[in-house]
């Protein structure tokens, strides 16, 4: 009798202990933003989520974007927020779909410039310095270039600074001609910055940035954060919270939706860069 009361307390153990485990997750975040204002966005939402479903979640974040490349293409996030091209090589590498994604609106990449300086137009970018902030970031760098080389045939020299906010910074101390960037991080940045900088051109638009989930992650702990993130949304202070990512209006996302950058053009600029 000892003996079989014994075993239940283990088995009860057991049980109660990969449970707990199973509902310890992971999210990595698309480093578009230096690591402390990062956090400061995310960690109130993973709270939020946290608090509303049960799970616990654990930000991870990577220096630099090639490094988060890195990071989804081994598996390392359960969860994980990233561009739509990165939604194509995460899916390809490891499974990844994608669930949430901002329903207001589309990514655009932009061109930005700064106001005092020569460069007025595309054409006046020939043969000039232009700073991204990595190779695959897909508005800002991916679907910016491929409109210098295929839509302008301009010639240019990329430097990769880090971050959109390096961008936006090298442009305005006149450190580079143009810079690659998308509406989202451009109006995230201090006014004086803004101010100094004029956009020259628009890309075409792709779906916005979704949150997606790795095949190994219990359905059931996916619905829980699926529902959290809902209820956030339909909340003001939570409504307040999304925007700062920015995500205006969260809705479902469907991997048939991002299908059609596979085919858009920019594989082969990325491959470049070893993402396969």
């Given at each position: 009798?000892?003996?079989?009361i014994?075993?239940?307390?283990?088995?009860?153990?057991?049980?109660?202990t990969?449970?707990?485990?199973?509902?310890?997750?992971?999210?990595?975040?698309?480093?578009?933003?230096?690591a402390?204002?990062?956090?400061?966005?995310?960690?109130?939402?993973?709270?939020?989520?946290?608090?509303?479903?049960?799970?616990?979640?654990?930000?991870?974040?990577?220096?630099?974007?090639?490094?988060?490349?890195?990071?989804?293409?081994?598996?390392?996030?359960?969860?994980?927020?990233?561009?739509?091209?990165?939604?194509?090589?995460?899916?390809?590498?490891?499974?990844?779909?994608?669930?949430?994604?901002?329903?207001?609106?589309?990514?655009?990449?932009?061109?930005?410039?700064?106001?005092?300086?020569?460069?007025?137009?595309?054409?006046?970018?020939?043969?000039?310095?232009?700073?991204?902030?990595?190779?695959?970031?897909?508005g800002?760098?991916?679907?910016?270039?491929?409109?210098?080389?295929?839509?302008?045939?301009?010639?240019?020299?990329?430097?990769?600074?880090?971050?959109?906010?390096?961008?936006?910074?090298?442009?305005?101390?006149?450190?580079?001609?143009?810079?690659?960037?998308?509406?989202?991080?451009?109006?995230?940045?201090?006014?004086?910055?803004?101010?100094?900088?004029?956009?020259i051109?628009?890309?075409?638009?792709?779906?916005?940035?979704?949150?997606?989930?790795?095949?190994?992650?219990?359905?059931?702990?996916?619905?829980?954060?699926?529902?959290?993130?809902?209820?956030?949304?339909?909340?003001?202070?939570?409504?307040?919270?999304?925007?700062?990512?920015?995500?205006?209006?969260?809705?479902?996302?469907?991997?048939?939706?991002?299908?059609?950058?596979?085919?858009?053009g920019?594989?082969?600029?990325?491959?470049?860069?070893?993402?396969?």
């Open positions: 009798m000892k003996k079989d014994l075993r239940g307390v283990i088995l009860f153990l057991v049980i109660n990969s449970c707990h485990a199973a509902e310890q997750l992971t999210i990595g975040v698309v480093p578009q933003y230096d402390r204002q990062l956090r400061t966005i995310w960690q109130p939402i993973i709270d939020a989520v946290e608090q509303n479903s049960g799970l616990k979640i654990t930000l991870i974040q990577k220096s630099s974007i090639p490094a988060f490349e890195q990071s989804f293409i081994k598996g390392e996030f359960d969860l994980v927020y990233l561009n739509p091209y990165h939604l194509i090589v995460a899916n390809r590498a490891q499974g990844y779909y994608p669930i949430l994604k901002d329903q207001a609106a589309k990514l655009e990449g932009i061109i930005v410039v700064r106001n005092e300086g020569p460069y007025k137009t595309m054409k006046d970018l020939e043969n000039s310095t232009i700073a991204f902030p990595a190779p695959n970031a897909l800002a760098s991916l679907l910016t270039r491929a409109d210098l080389t295929n839509k302008f045939g301009i010639h240019f020299t990329p430097r990769y600074v880090g971050n959109h906010d390096s961008v936006y910074l090298n442009v305005a101390l006149g450190l580079v001609s143009a810079g690659g960037g998308v509406y989202g991080t451009l109006y995230q940045q201090k006014q004086e910055v803004q101010q100094a900088l004029t956009v051109h628009t890309t075409r638009p792709s779906p916005k940035h979704p949150v997606a989930v790795h095949p190994r992650v219990n359905k059931a702990h996916v619905v829980r954060f699926e529902n959290a993130m809902m209820d956030i949304a339909n909340s003001t202070q939570g409504q307040a919270l999304l925007k700062s990512i920015p995500i205006a209006t969260l809705g479902k996302a469907d991997l048939s939706e991002y299908l059609f950058l596979r085919d858009a920019i594989d082969s600029l990325a491959k470049e860069k070893n993402i396969k």
